[in-house]
């Protein structure tokens, strides 16, 4: 089983950027894909981002690209999301998660088994 744990949201004036972190227990880290995911109020939870387990292949939804990255360290247990660019719109609770059977990562959020417990990003106008 692996607990995670996000830290790094705040707020920030829009332009701005913030790069949260996700630190993962465990000593089987590198068997997990990892994805980001952001829900906003009144709003379903949305894939932001997901990194293999080698952190050589990533992928992004449209309305990030460009403007964020994900990666990783698997020797400190950790993922990243350095946001830049950024704008009101991507006001949310941002949680990552693990991914045990993807061959690369998912887009779905279904197919993650943990997950943490969230971390509040606002961008204000």
């Known amino acids: 089983q692996v607990q995670l744990v996000e830290s790094g949201g705040g707020w920030v004036q829009a332009g701005g950027s913030l790069r949260l972190s996700c630190a993962a227990s465990g000593r089987t880290f590198s068997s997990y894909a990892m994805g980001w995911f952001r829900q906003a109020p009144g709003k379903e939870r949305e894939f932001v981002a997901a990194?293999?387990?080698?952190?050589?292949?990533?992928a992004y939804a449209d309305s990030v690209k460009g403007r964020f990255t994900v990666s990783r360290d698997n020797a400190r247990n950790t993922v990243y999301l350095q946001m830049s660019g950024l704008k009101p719109e991507d006001t949310a609770v941002y949680s990552c998660?693990?991914?045990?059977?993807?061959?690369?990562?998912?887009?779905?959020?279904?197919?993650?088994?943990?997950w943490g417990q969230g971390t509040q990003v606002t961008v204000s106008s």
């Open positions: 990194i293999s387990r080698s952190g050589g292949s990533t």
């Open positions: 998660a693990a991914d045990r059977i993807s061959w690369l990562y998912s887009y779905i959020e279904d197919q993650y088994d943990y």
